[in-house]
């Protein structure tokens, strides 16, 4: 958007003296205590749901093997087949991931992995044009995660969001190399940038595949920069979009606004739908409008404030304010994974046609009326739109993070 956004970017973002706050609040919303290489193949539960996916990821090789692929970056793409075990409703909450308390996982009760297969280029093709001929309108949704995520968060959360949301599109999960670790933001925002050109090479391929019909792609936090810098190389490299990118999915962005603004005229004037959902309580966001010298994040602003409203009314980009919806983890980033009727409301309203015009759409009382008489299956990858991975701290992190703090803090509590 214009230069001047900026200059609405100091409202409700902590000071530094509130940081090392913040940062302990990042650390209880993290689950301790959970075994790694969780992606061991088990045997199949018969009443288990299953989802199957396609992976590309600029990761390098875990060296166990039930890791897979580990937060360092590799040369060139690779490929996996992987699919997930679901437990029944019964045992879990819509928008829940059943962490395996040990292992091997218990798929009655726990998210387990039947099959991880690290594959070339050429059977991923042939995956993934084979089930986009089995599919009932040939579409695609390519979820990119956020930052502070290990390869087994970004799986077992992308199975969740189509398990939870009946979606009938392909999914493709475009996972990027992420410590996940609190204190690797700068490792990770520089692997996005890494990853672009391969991003990139996937929507070229999506767009050039004639038995893929329509593509949506959602992103949550720092994986949106990813996907709206791939899409504008895209843009520049095509002269356009191509019409099958339908829709642009935006949760809790963990982008600059003004670069936002660049970056969507640099697409041209065809180009998808996006949608953009909000929060001005996100925490995370605030700690990183002062980590990028108090530039407002995309994810944060509030959308009925000038110019933000004129400016997003103008390139017609749809926005959902969930401010006042009290879910989620403490920081308020992952409102939309933990909250299962807005799933069923956005999805219903997409799969039914309706674009979404009303920024106060997450009010409660809205939710609950608009929910009550909804179907409940979604229906489009487009209503895929509100599930997000949570960010998850790993064990080095929870040993050192006192030290981090205390080297950060004052006597005070302040930041020095």
Known sequence: MARHLTRNA????????SLPCVLCLMLLSAC???????LEPVAANPSAAQVEMLVTTTRGRAEKPGEMFSGE????????????????DTVRKAGEVAWPRKLPPNPDTDFATLKAEEIDRGAAEKWLN??????PDGSVLVFIHGFNNHFEDAVFRFAQIVHDSGARSVPVLATWPSRGSLLAYGYDRESTNYTRNAVERLFQYLAHDPEVKEVSILAHS????????????MAIRNDGLPAKFRNVMLAAPDV???????????????????????????????VSSRVWGNVSRLGAIDPEQSPYKEELAANGITVVDLTKIKAGDNLHHTKFAESPEIVRLIGSRLSSGQTLTDSRL???????AATAGAAHSVGTAAGLVVAAPAALVDQNTRRNYVHHVESLAGPSGGVR
Do not use: C
């Open 222 to 233: 720092m994986g949106n920069w990813l996907a709206l810098e791939s899409l504008r190389q």
């Open 362 to 368: 997450g009010l409660g009382d809205h939710i609950v």
């Open 73 to 88: 970056r590799a040369l060139s793409p690779t490929f996996a087949d992987i699919t997930v075990s679901i437990p029944s």
């Open 256 to 286: 600059d606004v003004d670069v936002f603004g660049s970056q969507i005229a640099d697409m041209g004037k065809q180009r998808p739908r996006f949608t953009l959902f909000v929060s001005r309580d996100d925490r995370a966001l605030a």
């Open 32 to 38: 301790a205590g959970r075994p790694t290489g969780v």
């Open 10 to 17: 100091r409202g409700g973002v902590p000071s530094w003296r």
């Open 130 to 135: 084979s089930q986009v001929r089995k599919s």
